[in-house]
């Protein structure tokens, strides 16, 4: 089974609009965290947010936002008033076990953001 | 603004070279990863080290790829000998957790064509 899923393979947001980006997630490992990075067509991959398993509120980096419902297992970024430097891939990730000086990350497909005039 | 840094940032090599990408993690991060990308695999783990000792290279082919960590500040991947196959960018993360809060920063990566 996946680990992490995003079923959206490509999306389109209108500049100023919010879009909402997919991520579910399957462990039976009562610690774990969420992030999401960005990578653009340049190929870098830009940290965006993260979201520990114990964590009692939703994480929020300036624009974005990560929708944390834990008993649907679900991490999905929250992009309000998106520009046109947003568009990119968004990859959807997950920590498994004890975070103590970080462990690997299982990376989702990817989504595809395209933000038009 | 503290980065990962890595060289070289392209490399163009021949089947049956080896290649040595390099890795500088950030101050003060514990964890460094090496992780590969293509676009039939997407992103998967290659190696990681935590405090310098080499946790799990379990995504590694044994027979030509090797990780280390010399020290601290160096991080390196090596490829003997390269195939076609293994044309990836490479990136390398450092990771560091403070109180509740995980991240881990990535490398711009290192472009690899084996011809």
């Known amino acids: 089974a996946q680990k992490i899923t995003q079923t959206q393979p490509g999306m389109f947001v209108q500049e100023k609009e919010a879009v909402t980006l997919d991520c579910t997630y399957d462990?039976?490992?009562?610690?774990?965290?969420l992030f999401w990075y960005k990578q653009p067509s340049s190929g870098e991959m830009i940290f965006l947010i993260y979201?520990?398993?114990?964590d009692q509120q939703n994480a929020t980096e300036g624009r974005y936002s990560l929708n944390f419902q834990k008993a649907r297992k679900s991490a999905n970024l929250v992009i309000s008033a998106s520009q046109l430097g947003d568009s990119a891939m968004y990859f959807c990730?997950?920590?498994?076990?004890w975070g103590g000086g970080g462990n690997k990350l299982t990376f989702g497909t990817g989504t595809q953001l395209k933000v038009e005039l | 603004d503290a980065r990962v840094t890595q060289t070289p940032r392209h490399k163009v090599t021949e089947m049956g070279q080896e290649v040595t990408m390099r890795c500088q993690p950030i101050?003060?991060?514990?964890?460094v990863f090496w992780y590969r990308q293509t676009m039939m695999q997407g992103l998967e783990l290659l190696a990681y080290?935590?405090?310098?000792?080499?946790?799990?290279d379990s995504g590694m082919p044994k027979d030509r790829f090797s990780a280390e960590m010399p020290d601290a500040t160096l991080a390196t991947l090596k490829i003997q000998p390269s195939e076609p196959r293994d044309s990836a960018v490479y990136f390398c993360?450092?990771?560091?957790?403070?109180?509740?809060?995980?991240?881990?920063?990535f490398g711009p990566g290192t472009r690899l064509l084996v011809l």
């Open positions: 080290f935590r405090n310098r000792a080499p946790l799990d």
């Open positions: 462990t039976s490992d009562p610690s774990y965290g």
């Open positions: 990730a997950m920590r498994e076990g």
């Open positions: 979201q520990g398993s114990y």
């Open positions: 101050l003060g991060h514990n964890t």
């Open positions: 993360a450092s990771g560091l957790v403070q109180n509740t809060q995980e991240t881990q920063y």
